[in-house]
DNA sequence: CAGCGGACTTGCCGCAAAAGCA
DNA sequence: TGCTTTTGCGGCAAGTCCGCTG
């Protein structure tokens, strides 16, 4: 293959659809910091040997095509899944308002000081609020997406293998194993090649290939019949508990597609679906649109319709706004982007004002008086007395540094030392003891009341929907905790005050009114082409942001969401052609060239980060374009050697077997340099980047991350899914999941409890086999008419009948498995977060799609979160592909 | 075109609530 | 029913990527 170029891709790609997963060291990994310590060793032994490899080969592709055609079809009802969105609760908006405070500013230079309107919160008026309706839904998806006729092909995909191997030998299930590697072998396309090297031994495995898994696909068989049934109540969950919270979830009226920022693509897909009306909703929601005047009223009547009948409602509205209107004002996907029309929230929280304890440390055994402000800091480092972080010389330093300011230079606390801490720390763990025996009334209490002060904030009113706010709780003051080996790691993030915050809001809603009596806002701006409610300077890093957004269950993030899966989907469609590209360039003369391919290829196949360049504030952690000489190493003939530490100070460790112009090409790239320069010495994001919209409109380096970890998953799902009942169709779930993150690094630190929890199934399954043992010699003693031996304890048993007996042998076996199974499972999740893929890579619809194929509810795959945040993908056909 | 400000997504963790179990 | 284990959820750090500026 390796030679081969492009042609082969094409087809074979299929293989390689799915990149190459990796070993993953042990936990310790994780904290790899390392660096210094010695943690490490030990740590690795567990996994420790585990090689992951995989191989993969999916195919996808290929061909298969026709499946799909169908693919969807706009639209349609049918869904039998609900959708979730619920949202109840809508408030009451408030009053109008006037605007009148105001105030000025706006605009966005400038900071000053702000004002404040007295009023309170209110809210404005302008828009109405509608509530919510809840589900969502729409349908939209998929035809958009649909639309688009070049994915068509999604079909079916093909299989990947998977196999990791890691650890434990026995594990699971999963495990076939095969990697790929190879995958065709021959021609193996690209993806094939890597194999990784698993345990010691064996190192490669390879896969044979592909092909053979692939088999078609069983998707759409059951298509039709679960429609229905899948999905179960309508309603979603999430509506029925909405009460509390929730859920919320709007109805959408407007138009539009919206969106805008980039890709063509999509908005292409989208276009369509206008045309289509069933598609119409999340998008709309955005812009809604344009034209101000009417925008509440055909807000209103949206909603008001929807409410029933959702579908139909939509549509025309859909129409409406649709395509036409938004034009006017703001383009909806037009490069700017006008992100909303209306915006009206209630700011933002803040934290209570510290409350001295009193509680005296001691400094070289002398009780300290310390003034509130220095007792408050002394109290967050005696808080992390029992934290990793106390063996952090760095950590201590910049405490320090920060406290002493505080102590000012002549304090009698000279030195750290000396400080001893701990009658604060005790004081800290007495307060926890009693919050943990406050009555359940107590509790609930405080609970209410929290919520009572918070639940103004809890809600954003976006172009006429209710919607729910993320972060509406400014962070309180604490020591930073930077991961890894932070150079700031304990540094005092100062307390955030009114002044420092900068509010967002729509030009006719009423300012919000400033929490802390006396003082203001730092600035109002009426910016909608961003769609953040509030922003302050983080205080470590002044040059950095934080925002407050709306949370992801709204439509807002949700449109993007989708946005984000639909160029993924795209890339589908690019991908052979791009395969066939940067194989071609790993042999350029040009040496930018060669090295954006090798790049690209190892993005491709790894799912590796794009790499940004960091400051020397930072960790020091790399991505691809920032992998240094030392974090890759060639072991003839054809293996790469990865070891370093990604986001987060997580440790990627894989060995994988590459193309020989892979190969060779880094050899090359490391000829003449140390360990610590960079591999490619040519390359950085914003180059790569650019080369990869060259190939496809809107590519970057995450978007691969996105479509392997999607195509993997579907392929997964097509492989090992059939029959079975609804556990075994979850686990089968829950093992291609697994397989996304572990390509996808998503890692975990092991619980604590980690070891006596396996010790103690250990423990219940020898007590299990003790007791089979024992039921073994009693069916042999009853079918010969004797009665049972005396149990262990002494205990004389009942004389049960030989089948009575045979029946509990049946039970406790079935029993023992479980418990191993249980084992199993754990030690191979152990160091596995399945979560993280699950919210960010996995599209929705996929999961959507299977579930009603398959007649698996939807609430056994999504929590209540994910349901919301996912209100866009339930309306997807069964036959969905990615 | 490098550097940077800015906006938004991704990611791990810990605590609390919920679920499972003896 | 109390305790343990699991799950949900929020917190906030750490990435990606874009567009502007000089």
């Known amino acids: 293959m390796t030679a081969s170029v492009q042609p082969n891709f094409t087809d074979m790609d299929d293989d390689d659809e799915m990149p190459l997963r990796f070993k993953r060291p042990n936990m310790a990994s994780k904290s790899n910091v390392s660096n210094s310590e010695p943690n490490t060793s030990s740590s690795q032994k567990h996994d420790g040997q585990v090689g992951r490899q995989i191989s993969n080969a999916n195919s996808l592709n290929g061909q298969n095509s026709t499946v799909q055609k169908d693919k969807t079809v706009p639209s349609s009802k049918a869904s039998p899944v609900k959708s979730p969105l619920v949202s109840p609760r809508v408030s009451p908006p408030t009053s109008k308002t006037s605007p009148a405070n105001t105030v000025a500013k706006n605009s966005k230079p400038l900071a000053s000081p702000a004002n404040r309107s007295t009023n309170l919160n209110q809210c404005r008026s302008n828009t109405v ?15 958009d997406s ?15 293998s998977s196999n990791h191997c890691n ?15 190879e995958d065709s072998d021959d021609e193996m396309p690209l993806s094939t090649r890597i194999k990784m090297k698993s345990n010691p031994g064996a190192p490669t495995m390879k896969s044979p290939d592909t092909n053979k898994n692939n088999k078609p696909v069983l998707p759409k068989r059951e298509q039709n019949g679960s429609a229905s049934s899948t999905v179960p109540s309508k309603r979603s969950p999430v509506e029925i508990k909405s009460a509390g919270q929730s859920s919320v979830k709007k109805p959408r009226l407007s138009d539009t597609s919206v969106s805008a920022k980039s890709k063509q693509p999509l908005v292409k897909a989208e276009k369509n679906e206008d045309d289509d009306e069933d598609n119409i909703p999340i998008s709309q929601r955005i812009k809604k649109s344009s034209t101000p005047v009417n925008k509440s009223s055909s807000t209103k009547k949206a909603t008001a319709v929807v409410s029933s009948s959702r579908k139909i409602m939509k549509k025309k509205i859909v129409k409406k706004n649709s395509k036409y209107s938004q034009s006017s004002k703001v383009p909806p996907s037009s490069g700017e982007a006008q992100k909303w029309t209306t915006l009206v929230h209630n700011g933002v929280i803040f934290p209570p004002p510290y409350k001295p304890h009193g509680v005296k440390m001691l400094y070289k055994g002398q009780p300290v008086d310390l003034t509130p402000e220095q007792e408050e800091v002394a109290t967050m480092y005696a808080v992390m007395l029992d934290t990793e972080y106390m063996d952090k010389p760095k950590f201590k330093e910049n405490f320090m540094n920060d406290w002493k300011k505080l102590l000012g230079r002549n304090h009698v606390i ?10 604060i720390y005790d004081w800290h763990l007495k307060e926890k003891e009693k919050k943990k025996q406050m009555s359940s009334e107590e509790k609930k209490a405080l609970k209410e009341e929290k919520l009572k002060q918070e639940e103004k904030y809890m809600w954003a009113i976006l172009d006429g929907v209710k919607e729910k706010v993320g972060n509406f709780r400014v962070e309180p003051p604490g020591l930073f905790r930077g991961r890894g080996e932070h150079p700031k790691m304990g540094k005092l993030k100062k307390r955030i005050r009114p002044s420092d915050i900068t509010i967002n809001i729509g030009k006719d809603a009423p300012i919000p009114e400033c929490p802390i009596p006396g003082e203001s806002w730092k600035e109002i701006r009426h910016d909608n082409t961003v769609t953040w409610l509030a922003f302050w300077n983080d205080p470590i890093n002044p040059k950095e942001f934080k925002y407050v957004f709306l949370a992801a269950s709204s439509t807002l993030k949700g449109q993007s969401d989708k946005e984000k899966y639909e160029k993924a989907r795209l890339l589908k469609e690019h991908i052979d052609r791009i395969r066939a590209a940067y194989t071609k360039d790993f042999n350029s003369k040009d040496p930018v060239k060669r090295q954006v391919a090798v790049a690209t290829y190892l993005i491709d196949k790894l799912a590796l980060r794009a790499g940004n360049e960091k400051d020397d504030d930072e960790a020091e952690t790399v991505g691809c374009c920032t992998l240094k000489v030392e974090n890759v190493e060639p072991v003839p003939p054809d293996t790469l050697k990865f ?3 990604g986001k987060d100070s997580i440790r990627y460790q894989n060995d994988v077997r590459v193309l020989e112009p892979v190969f060779k090409a880094i050899q090359q790239f490391r000829k003449g340099k140390k360990d610590g320069d960079d591999l490619f010495d040519m390359l950085d994001t914003s180059k790569l980047n650019a080369h990869l919209k060259e190939l496809m409109p809107g590519l970057t380096a995450k978007v691969f991350r996105t479509y392997n970890a999607s195509i993997t998953l579907q392929s997964e799902l097509g492989r090992f899914t059939d029959g079975g009942d609804v556990a075994e169709k979850v686990d089968v779930y829950q093992k291609a999941n697994k397989q996304v993150a572990v390509i996808c690094n998503h890692q975990r630190s092991v619980s604590k409890t980690h070891g006596v929890q396996i010790s103690r199934l250990n423990e219940k399954i020898e007590e299990l086999k003790g007791v089979l043992e024992e039921l073994k010699i009693d069916l042999a003693r009853s079918k010969k008419g004797k009665p049972p031996l005396k149990s262990a304890d002494g205990k004389t048993k009942r004389n049960l009948a030989p089948e009575a007996l045979q029946k509990k042998i049946d039970e406790t076996n079935k029993k023992i498995k479980k418990m191993e199974n249980q084992i199993q499972v754990k030690e191979d999740l152990k160091t596995v977060a399945l979560g993280t893929s699950k919210i960010n890579y996995l599209d929705p619809r996929i999961t959507v799609a ?15 979160s994910l349901l919301a945040k996912f209100a866009w993908a339930m309306d997807v056909e069964p036959d969905f592909t990615f």
């Not at 609020?129 to 035809?143: A, G, L």
């Not at 000279?414 to 009658?423: I, K, R, T, V, W």
């Open 129 to 143: 609020v509608k509530e919510e309706k809840p589900s969502v839904s729409d349908p939209n998806d998929e035809s």
């Open 146 to 160: 649909e639309d688009d006729k070049p994915l068509s092909n999604r079909v079916g995909l093909s299989k990947s």
């Open 167 to 181: 650890k434990v030998p026995g594990a699971s299930t999963s495990g076939p194993k095969v990697v790929k590697d």
């Open 414 to 423: 000279q030195s750290l030392e000396h400080c001893d801490f701990s009658p």
């Open 643 to 645: 070891d370093f530490l």
């Open 850 to 864: 299977w579930c009603k194929r398959n007649e698996v509810p939807i609430e056994k795959m999504f929590n209540r």
